[in-house]
């Protein structure tokens, strides 16, 4: 099964505003990784992050690891139509290197 | 770089007929997965290969499901017989290195419906 929780599922959001997705883990991840599924398409690479604490930045897409290397978030601001797709979480332990996958936010927004 | 590529793109069958997939993983990839993503959901890990070598298959239904990688490079992912439930898309994905630390490359996927 998954060891990562998404939440939440669906995000509707209005063309302009922010909003957060998050995703949560029951154990202490050595990386997580963020990709990005527009329908119909195949999953696609958007960022890593390995330290604690450690934030990154892409555009209007800010991706944060917490402290305890067992949550994550990605805040989109702005949001433009082309935000639209299923963003997922995934992440590995550090004595495994089995890259596992949460059930993803599906975001639609609205013009 | 060329990308993963998978065939087919589509495939219907009836249950209880063989089915198999195809993937190229992008060149000097080493590692090569194997992902099921039912509707709705993330992709769920069937298969990993280092080089030629099936390193994790733990969650590889053993009774009806097989793959292979003999040069480590190309991929087959094989069902037989199928079954209703393995409707989804299957996903291959490649990567530089085993750590679980580099970023998957997914091919498109082959979507299967299986009446």
């Known amino acids: 099964g998954q060891q990562v929780m998404q939440i939440p599922q669906y995000q509707h959001v209005q063309e302009g505003e922010d909003f957060t997705t998050y995703c949560n883990s029951s154990?202490?991840?050595?990386?997580i990784q963020w990709y990005k599924q527009r329908p119909g398409g195949h999953p696609v690479f958007l960022i890593q992050?390995?330290?604690?604490?450690e934030v990154k930045k892409q555009k209007r897409l800010t991706f944060q690891f917490g402290e305890a290397k067992k949550n994550s978030s990605l805040h989109i601001t702005a949001t433009q139509t082309t935000d639209v797709g299923t963003y997922f979480c995934?992440?590995?332990?550090?004595?495994?290197?089995?890259?596992?996958f949460g059930a993803g936010t599906t975001v639609t927004v609205r013009a | 770089e060329a990308g993963v590529v998978q065939s087919p793109r589509y495939k219907i069958i009836e249950k209880k007929q063989p089915v198999a997939f195809w993937c190229n993983p992008i060149?000097?990839?080493?590692?090569l997965y194997w992902y099921r993503q039912n509707l709705g959901q993330g992709p769920e890990l069937l298969i990993r290969?280092?080089?030629?070598?099936?390193?994790?298959d733990s969650q590889l239904p053993k009774d009806r499901f097989s793959a292979e990688r003999l040069k480590g490079v190309d991929s087959t992912l094989k069902i037989q017989p199928a079954e209703l439930g393995d409707s989804a898309v299957y996903l291959c994905?490649?990567?530089?290195?085993?750590?679980?630390?580099?970023?998957?490359?997914f091919g498109n996927g082959t979507r299967l419906t299986v009446t």
């Open positions: 154990t202490t991840l050595s990386n």
């Open positions: 995934a992440g590995s332990r550090s004595n495994d290197y089995k890259l596992s």
């Open positions: 060149s000097g990839h080493n590692t």
């Open positions: 994905a490649s990567s530089t290195n085993r750590d679980g630390n580099s970023p998957l490359h």
């Open positions: 992050l390995v330290k604690s604490g």
């Open positions: 290969y280092e080089n030629e070598e099936a390193v994790d």
